[in-house]
């Protein structure tokens, strides 16, 4: 796509006419008021009407100060502001058409598959002046190649990606990462599981019970069934539990009122057969709060099990930042921990089996990174990822195997005597992007005072290095 092209149809979705020069001048202003400048360097007042005439005709070359510095830091920093502002009010309501037009432009390019991939994943309406800005510079340096009789020496500025690794922290990047506690991506602790539990004894201890029992009549006497006894598994595990936490409970607790159990079986959502409860209202939510206590019971004792191997550890959440300005593609991390610091798939694996199937099929959640960041990219807009399946029930049957585990981890880890090994892959990372890596990395300890790093590009010949401080 040419500079001509880009221009040609960004004008055609304009609300009102605007002629090529008020747009090309525009749009020349965002590179003329915010390039950065050497001292001995002279920037044009404007671009004239008789240049940007032959400009659009084919016959002359986008002016040299624009080339040069369309790709500045200054000037791709102030580039999404600009279209904001001063473009996007101006467009059509439906930019749908606008998009779709760059976008064949694009396609036909002779640009890898991954950078055309780049430009769809900004392709939207949501992200339409991000779009804009980064096909406007597009547009200008893949004019570059264009030679003209009046121009000989035209030049491409140097283009290129840069790379750092960034800490994140309170919905932020931050220079310094910070190691924090798991218990907090956790989200409870064991106390909150105990309180939540207290607080189900007390509803339940508040409810009335209904001791009568009326006798069945008229046509009620052939359908009523026996009355209701709570099941005996539960009521000793309720009355042992309420022992353990000091909770007096009456004589008539379990007393199940006027319940009965209707002999007519109704058929489930699913085409089973199940019994159906009948009695007062008051009856059906005693039965519903002592069913809450022994489930609550029995989750709080899968996830005690959970943190006793996890709440004690530590967790790191980093991103990756291109401060370039040029995307690049197949960027490998490579990070170097301390030997024996990080909690690797197969530590996981050693853990009881109960707490490696509540890690892969209940825990989940844990391994994200906070989505309310608006500046940040996440790795899974950016990279495939193996699904996992969220809504997988879970009980004794489970089975979690290790590559379950490397599928929620999502990093590929080696260990040595010296050090322990986590790498990344990113298949693209945009100019001026951030992108999140996929999950926190879990940590054994928290006296980790310097992490090295290394980063190789698939189009940098050089291999960055660098470090990161906690």
């Known amino acids: 796509m040419l500079f001509r092209d880009y221009v040609t149809i960004l004008k ?27 001292n001995d360097e002279s920037v044009p007042v404007a671009i004239g009407k008789d240049r940007i005439s032959r400009m659009m005709n084919g016959k002359a070359a986008i002016h040299q100060f624009i080339r040069d510095h369309i790709c500045d830091d200054s000037v791709t920093e102030s580039l999404v502001s600009s279209f904001q502002k001063k473009v996007l009010p101006d467009l059509v309501d439906d930019t749908d058409d606008l998009i779709f037009q760059l976008m064949q432009k694009i396609s036909h390019d002779n640009i890898s598959p991954s950078h055309k991939a780049m430009f769809k994943r900004i392709a939207k309406k949501k992200t339409l002046a991000v779009f804009l800005s980064d096909t406007f510079q597009y547009a200008i340096t ?21 790379f750092k690794i960034r800490g994140i922290s309170n919905n932020n990047t931050v220079e310094v990462p910070l190691i924090k506690q798991l218990e907090e991506k956790i989200g409870y602790s064991k ?20 001791h009568y029992e009326p006798e069945p009549s008229g046509m009620l006497s052939l359908f009523r069934g026996q009355s209701y006894k709570f099941e005996y598994f539960k009521e000793k595990l309720i009355s042992e539990f309420s022992e353990m936490l000091k909770i007096d409970l009456p004589e008539d607790f379990f007393d199940m009122g006027d319940l009965f159990v209707n002999p007519i079986p109704q058929i489930g959502r699913y085409g089973q057969f199940i019994n159906n409860i009948d009695g007062s209202q008051e009856a059906k939510n005693r039965l519903k709060a002592l069913n809450s206590i022994y489930d609550a019971i029995l989750d709080a004792s899968e996830k005690a099990t959970f943190l006793s191997d996890f709440s004690e550890l530590f967790y790191l959440e980093l991103a990756i930042e291109n401060t370039g300005n040029d995307f690049d593609e197949d960027v490998r991390v490579t990070l170097k921990f301390p030997h024996n610091s990080v909690l690797t798939p197969s530590d996981i694996m050693n853990f009881e089996k ?14 994200t990174i906070d989505r309310g960041m608006n500046h940040l990219s996440f790795y899974e807009d950016n990279a495939w990822i193996p699904p996992i399946d969220l809504q997988l029930p879970f009980n004794s049957s489970c089975n979690a195997s290790f590559d379950d585990v490397q599928d929620v981890l999502r990093f590929f880890f080696v260990s040595n005597e010296e050090y ?15 992108i999140a890596f996929p999950c926190p990395i879990l940590l054994k300890n928290n006296d980790i005072k310097v992490i090295d790093y290394s980063i190789r590009t698939k189009k940098s010949p050089d291999i960055i290095h660098g470090k990161i401080k906690l």
């Not at 893949?142 to 840069?162: L, Y």
């Not at 106390?191 to 209904?210: C, F, M, Q, R």
């Open 420 to 434: 322990d090994t986590v790498e990344v892959k990113f298949e693209s990372i945009n100019q001026h992007t951030t």
């Open 142 to 162: 893949n004019n570059s190649d264009e030679h003209f009789d009046e121009d000989k020496t035209i030049t491409s500025p140097k283009i290129q990606a840069a």
């Open 191 to 210: 106390d909150d599981l105990l309180d939540n539990i207290n607080h189900l004894y007390k509803e339940a201890l508040s409810l009335p019970v209904n």
């Open 12 to 38: 055609k979705h304009y609300k009102r006419t605007i002629s090529v020069q008020k747009l090309c001048e525009l749009l020349f202003d965002f590179v003329l008021d915010n390039a950065t400048v050497e």
């Open 354 to 367: 109960s707490t490696v199937n509540y890690f892969v099929y209940k825990m989940n959640s844990m391994m």
